[in-house]
């Protein structure tokens, strides 16, 4: 970055009228000042240094990353005649000669910068394509710099694609938005778009600390670590909260800005006690978990901000839970780390997930809540009860052990294996699931040959016709048939209301193809036994599981019934 000494378009001094904001007063004065960059700097210094100058550039990024800022270097470095006046375009800009100065302080006749967020119609185009025809009155290149240049209208773009493939020699067009998916690709096509990245954390403490020093202020490191994570890659941001610091600690004793003092400014909760809180959530304990939040509330944490750094814990204890490496990282407190990898063993990544899901769905509750602070306590007290609940994995395994068979005593021939209905009860406000007594399904059959197909039961055939993936059938024979008779070679049923009429004559048609013999399938009007699902409903609802939350949520139902292989 530069300051007031190298750049002449800083001012300098300390009086209330001739002070510049951080951000500007440290706006790079060279590509070599632009932080995080080096991609596009390279390219840039090499294009201009081999003459390679395109007549559009689009630079794309978030918001202060130095978009405008390189777009004002790229007008310098064309327009630059050096100290001597008699130099050519140039990477690296003088800043004294007339043209360095005039753009560095926004008054340069020949650049021209518009803003399209609020000039976003044809006509506006229009007056700034009648000046394109004119050469330069001064300057070498005529260059116009259209910030947030997807605000433009359609017809404005459309007005703008010709004179842009095809400009005049002395005029160059430099475009600068936040949202380049919103860009037409015809104007796209006619640039060299140039991606400007978030800047890192490290590279952001790096610059806060030399600004720091440059201002004479003192600032803990801790602070500078909070400030960059706060900026979340911007370098505008970092400053202007670093500004904010400085002035906030400017009427104290010693003038140290500290760690607290950046924490109640941004209203941030304390880092060890986002520890703590996750800690009692995890543990179950919702009273320390509330007195937590009420004291951050207290001394001024957002309890919305609360929320996002239990995000951000929980985010990190998962890459740490999967990549110790991560726990190494230099800008962390050794009682963090310590801490962190303690944590990370103690919990599981559905754990983890579990909790990201509802922190997440917390977050938007507490951001529409008319209190967040109470919208934010409810989600810790629903994270707190999930939290000694088993993951659906470990339920599955629990729900099934006694009913498995091990797979060393399995025969190999095709006879009836366990399998695990499981039942869904619709409730209003939440669905909740169980699993019953396994009932005997055949080993899958798709693998066999014909000859070696033998369906004992209708369930057999059943279980066929979903290995041959006819699904909608065994939807159908499953639901809607009420079986009369079974033997080899011959079905009876009672079909349901809304079975198709040619049921019958598909499965007998299927059975004979599948098996090599000739089966007959026929509609009678005998009662029947009840369909394959209300029986394995009735079976659902015998087992103690699934009754114990059938009694302890009366109306409830069993919403429906899978069955999951063992």
Known sequence: MTDSASDPAAATGTSAANYRVLARKYRPARFTDLIGQEAVVRTLTNAITSGRI?????????????????????????????VDGKGGPTPDPCGVCVHCTGIAEDRHVDVLEMDAASRTGIDDIRELLDGVRYRPTSARYKVYIVDEVHMLSEKAFNALLKTLEEPPAHVKFIFATTEIRKVPVTV????????????????????????????????????????ARAADGSARDGLSILDQAISQAAGGGDQTVTEQAVRDM????DRAKVFDLFDAVMRGDVKAALAIVQDQYASGANPVVVVQDLLELVHWLTRVKISTET???????????????????????????????????????????????????MVLIRLAYASDLPTPGDALKTLQSGGAIPAAARP?????????????????????????????????????????????SFADVV???ESKREILLSAQLTRGV????????????????GAPNDLAGLVGKHLTKWTG??????????????????????????????KSLLDAFPGAKIDRISRVET
Request: with cysteine; aromatic share 4%.
């Open 327 to 377: 726990a190494r990282d230099p800008g962390l407190a050794e009682t963090e780390r310590t801490r962190g990898l303690e944590m990370a063993k103690g919990l599981s990544v559905p754990v983890l997930s579990r909790a990201w899901q509802m922190l997440l769905k917390g977050l938007s509750e507490a951001r529409s809540a008319p209190l967040p602070l109470q919208a934010v306590e």
């Open 266 to 269: 941004l209203g941030l909760a």
């Open 54 to 82: 395109a007549q559009g550039y689009m630079l794309t990024g978030v918001r202060g990353v130095g978009k405008t800022t390189t777009a004002r270097l790229i007008a310098r470095a064309l327009n630059c005649i050096g």
């Open 412 to 456: 190999s021939a095709p006879v009836p294996s366990p399998a695990a209905p499981r039942a869904a009860l619709g409730m209003s406000g939440g669905v909740a699931t169980a699993a019953s007594q396994p009932r005997p399904m055949p080993e899958p059959l798709a693998v066999l040959p014909a000859e070696a197909v033998a369906l004992k």
């Open 188 to 227: 796209l096509s006619r640039c060299q778009r140039f991606d400007l990245r978030r800047i890192e954390s490290d590279d952001l403490t790096a610059l806060f600390s030399g600004v720091a020093d440059k201002e004479h202020a003192k600032i803990e490191p801790a602070a500078l670590a909070l400030i």
């Open 482 to 497: 009420r079986l009369v008779r079974f033997e080899e070679g011959r079905i009876e049923f009672n079909p349901e209301k």
């Open 517 to 546: 013999q000739r089966w007959i399938v026929s509609v009678v009007s005998a009662a029947g036994d009840k369909t394959l699902y209300e029986q394995e409903e009735d079976k659902a609802k015998a087992d103690p599981l699934v």
């Open 463 to 465: 279980a066929l016709f």
